[in-house]
């Protein structure tokens, strides 16, 4: 089992920046692929970002190219999500995922991961 433990959310204002970190406990060997989602009231969880065990592949959502960067630091079992020119429709818990043992290569859709952390919530005011 792997255990995920997310911190750095907050209240911002709009064009502000926010850094969330994501630590990792537990069976954290895997080499597995790890991604951020974000779910708002009322709507579907969704990607945001998500980034291989060896951190040389990355994929974004649209609505956060340019301005969110993913980082993960094997050595600390911990990965990170820069989020810079923060907008209000950026609001929502924003929740860590791991993929399974060896699933190395990141993947979009929530189903494809197997662990979750409880969630930081981030609201940014206008």
């Known amino acids: 089992q792997v255990q995920l433990v997310e911190s750095g959310g907050g209240l911002v204002q709009a064009g502000g920046s926010l850094r969330l970190s994501c630590v990792a406990s537990g069976r954290t060997f895997n080499r597995g692929a790890m991604g951020w989602f974000r779910q708002a009231p009322g709507n579907e969880r969704e990607f945001v970002a998500a980034i291989s065990w060896s951190g040389t592949i990355t994929y974004y959502a649209d609505s956060v190219k340019g301005r969110f960067t993913i980082s993960r630091d094997t050595a600390k079992n911990a990965v990170y999500l820069q989020m810079n020119s923060l907008k209000p429709e950026d609001t929502a818990v924003y929740y860590c995922?791991?993929?399974?043992?060896?699933?190395?290569?990141?993947?979009?859709?929530?189903?494809?991961?197997?662990?979750w952390g409880q969630g930081t919530q981030v609201t940014v005011s206008s």
């Open positions: 995922a791991a993929r399974g043992p060896l699933q190395a290569v990141p993947r979009t859709t929530a189903g494809e991961y197997d662990y």
